[in-house]
């Protein structure tokens, strides 16, 4: 005797469930390089060799071989920099005695005085007009 097979009753399907979304993603803006235009990198090239010279003065120590390089096209004198250099950077900086390991902060407070002495924010000059400085754009 064949007891009559009932048909299987299909369970009910689960909803499919949707990827859990991930929060926008910050693009890095591409008006930029590090938050600063061309005339800004300019200025703080020309602090970074502001400040090597004044570092070399301060540690009496023969000059930077950069400056063997950069000499090839701008004069500068044999030898490292006389104490008078070292108190220029030490006055743009506001900060005697330079503490070493901080020398971006000390280049950013030079870049910063110098463009105030010309009458301008040192927090818009040079700054990317498109992120704002931050370096990234709200995700989309």
């Known amino acids: 005797m064949n007891p009559a097979k009932e048909p299987q009753k299909e369970l009910p399907k689960e909803p499919a469930k949707e990827p859990a979304k991930e929060p926008p993603r910050p693009r890095t ?78 280049r950013t407070r030079i870049a910063r005085k110098i463009i105030r002495s010309a009458g301008m924010d040192p927090d818009r000059w040079g700054m990317c007009p498109t992120c704002g400085g931050n370096v990234v754009l709200g995700g989309k």
């Open 29 to 106: 803006c591409t008006d930029c390089v590090g938050g600063f235009m061309p005339a800004r990198r300019y200025l703080n090239a020309c602090v970074q060799i502001l400040f090597i010279a004044g570092s070399d003065a301060l540690d009496g120590r023969r000059r930077h071989p950069f400056f063997d390089f950069l000499g090839q096209v701008i004069a500068f004198p044999d030898g490292p920099a006389d104490q008078d250099l070292v108190d220029l950077v030490d006055g743009l900086s506001d900060e005697g005695g330079t503490p070493a390991g901080a020398e971006g902060t000390v």
